[in-house]
């Protein structure tokens, strides 16, 4: 299954829990950013559609509060799930390594914005725990190596756009 298909799958489990319920919306909106990282155009018009909310509402609650990002934060992002299996089977030291290594906290992005560090709970892949997912690939049985070595792949393959 794609990355995309897995996070719309874990955003039609929040709608879902929410009963559809525009009161939700602002929770919602919450989950949505911590799956896929930031809000795009594309998302909020999915999330409006689902509530049947008009998309100019959805749009209009998410660029009035600072915290919802509607840009995508880093040029890659590495999403660490910490649901339960990938907890136990070590997840937070691959996350304390990708800190050390790449110089920046869970949450943020580095100084030059080409790597952010994000979370998400249970992407469904607990069989393979712990998960990772860089950009579009999950990496499942990860280990910090694995991870560290594959953003640096993906890293080394990104043009400088500052020069
Ligand atoms: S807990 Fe990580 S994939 Fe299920």
């Known amino acids: 299954?794609?990355?995309?298909?897995?996070?719309?799958?874990?955003?039609?489990r929040?709608?879902?829990?929410?009963?559809?319920?525009?009161?939700?919306?602002?929770?919602i909106l919450h989950s949505a950013q911590e799956i896929y990282g930031y809000l795009d155009r594309n998302l909020l018009m999915d999330?409006?559609?689902s509530l049947n909310l008009p998309p100019s509402h959805v749009y209009g609650v998410t660029t009035f509060y600072s915290f919802f990002k509607m840009k995508k934060p880093g040029?890659?992002?590495?999403?660490?799930?910490?649901?339960?299996a990938c907890y136990v089977k070590g997840v937070e030291q691959i996350v304390a390594a990708i800190e050390k290594?790449?110089?920046?906290?869970?949450?943020?992005?580095?100084?030059?914005?080409?790597?952010?560090?994000?979370?998400?709970?249970?992407?469904?892949a607990c069989a393979m725990a712990p998960a990772?997912?860089?950009?579009?690939q999950v990496i499942g049985k990860a280990t910090k190596e694995i991870v560290i070595e594959k953003i640096?792949?993906?890293?080394?393959?990104?043009?400088d756009e500052s020069v």
């Open 132 to 136: 990772v997912v860089l950009d579009d």
């Open 152 to 159: 640096k792949n993906v890293l080394e393959g990104t043009k």
């Open 1 to 12: 299954m794609a990355t995309n298909d897995i996070r719309r799958t874990q955003l039609e």
């Open 47 to 49: 999330i409006a559609g």
């Open 14 to 27: 929040v709608l879902k829990k929410h009963n559809y319920q525009e009161s939700a919306l602002l929770e």
């Open 75 to 84: 040029q890659h992002i590495v999403t660490a799930c910490l649901g339960t």
């Open 101 to 124: 290594e790449f110089n920046l906290k869970r949450g943020g992005s580095t100084a030059d914005g080409k790597l952010s560090l994000l979370f998400t709970r249970c992407i469904g």
